[in-house]
């Protein structure tokens, strides 16, 4: 197994200034599985649905290489349902309901073929969870990244800190990053970050980019000007499913492959913005990822000459 992704496979609601759906796919892992899967095939699902979740786009992550023998599946029961309003500016959005249902009790098992796993991505859910997850691995995978979110900061901070320094790789939003330092400045936040231990520490700030960290580099990927922007869900997951899928494929976890990967990311995002819920995140070509990533090379490019002096 070359990929374990752990996290939500879910229902949303979502209200944007263009629209409002009923009850759609959504879920942390669905779209972190979607976006790597078009980087590496050998991918396995550890999550928790309930009876009502719809089986085609079961089928859908079975048809991209996506195993699902570790996703549990409750009999009478409801799969997790978050429902979020984003404000005019798609850059922030309000929590209107989360409803834990199947996740209340979720105890994860991760399947014999998955437990030497080289990289393992663990999507936004209790940190809890995520820790039983790396403790059931036969060997520490090549690398661990973590996703996270207010909420759980809100709610199980002690946890969450624990589940921290247990990884190599965190990403969270901006906000979050301030949150969890104290800080506002995000070059103080991303320090006192990476004491509380992973290597890496990746700043998601929407539709202005990301910031890579460690002790002692910064390096800048851009979002991509988009014309059509629908739905920001899943845009971090996205980002985390490129970012993962593409170091899994490279097989090369140095700080200079994380700058690549983080486009990667980036490109991936860029397409789930552009549609409600999973929906731009299926049947892409690698054609339609190589012009998104030429894209980005062209939005960055320029030359300076210096003036001697
Ligand atoms: P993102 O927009 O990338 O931050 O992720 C949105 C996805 O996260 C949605 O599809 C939700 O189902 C899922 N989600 C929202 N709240 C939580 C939570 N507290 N724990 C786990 N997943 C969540």
């Known amino acids: 197994m070359s990929l374990l992704v752990v996290g939500t496979v879910a229902f949303d609601a979502i209200e944007t200034p263009f629209g409002k759906t009923d009850k759609i796919v959504g879920g942390a892992a669905s779209y972190i ?7 590496t095939k050998n ?19 079975k048809k991209q290489s996506v195993d699902l023998s570790g996703l549990q599946q409750k009999k009478g ?12 500016d798609l850059n922030s959005r309000d929590t209107l309901v989360t409803e834990l249902n199947v996740l209340a009790t979720f105890d994860p098992v991760v399947p014999e073929a998955y437990k030497s796993c080289d990289f393992l991505m663990l999507g936004n859910l209790m940190p809890q969870v995520q ?21 759980w900061m809100d709610s199980a901070l002690d946890e969450l800190m624990k ?47 990301a910031l890579l960290f460690n002790k002692e580099e910064v390096f800048f990927a851009p979002a991509l000007p988009l014309e059509e922007v629908y739905d920001p869900t899943g845009a971090g997951d996205s980002f985390a499913g490129g970012f993962i899928g593409f170091l899994a494929q490279t097989k090369d976890i140095s700080f200079e492959n994380m700058k690549r990967a983080i486009i990667h990311g980036s490109a991936m995002a860029s397409f789930t913005v552009e549609k409600f819920g ?32």
Request: hydrophobic share 45%; glycine share 6%; aromatic share 10%.
């Open 131 to 151: 820790q039983k997850v790396i403790q059931q691995l036969h060997k520490r995978p090549k690398l661990i990244v973590l996703d996270t979110m207010n909420f």
């Open 163 to 209: 589940t921290i320094a247990l990884v190599d790789v965190l990403t969270i939003n901006d906000s979050e990053a301030r949150q969890l330092s104290g800080e506002y400045s995000l070059v103080k936040a991303a320090q006192k970050i990476l004491a509380m231990g992973p290597k890496v520490l990746i700043i998601k700030k929407g539709e202005h980019g």
């Open 43 to 61: 991918i396995g699902l550890v999550s928790v649905i309930g009876d009502d979740f719809p089986q085609d786009f079961l089928q859908l992550l």
């Open 278 to 309: 999973t929906e731009r995140l299926v049947g892409l070509t690698q054609k339609n990822i190589d012009e998104r990533l030429q894209e980005f090379v062209e939005l960055v490019q320029f030359d300076i000459s210096f003036v001697n002096e």
């Open 77 to 88: 029961e409801k799969s997790f349902f978050w429902a979020g309003k984003y404000h005019n």
């Open 33 to 39: 599985a979607l976006a790597a899967s078009y980087f």
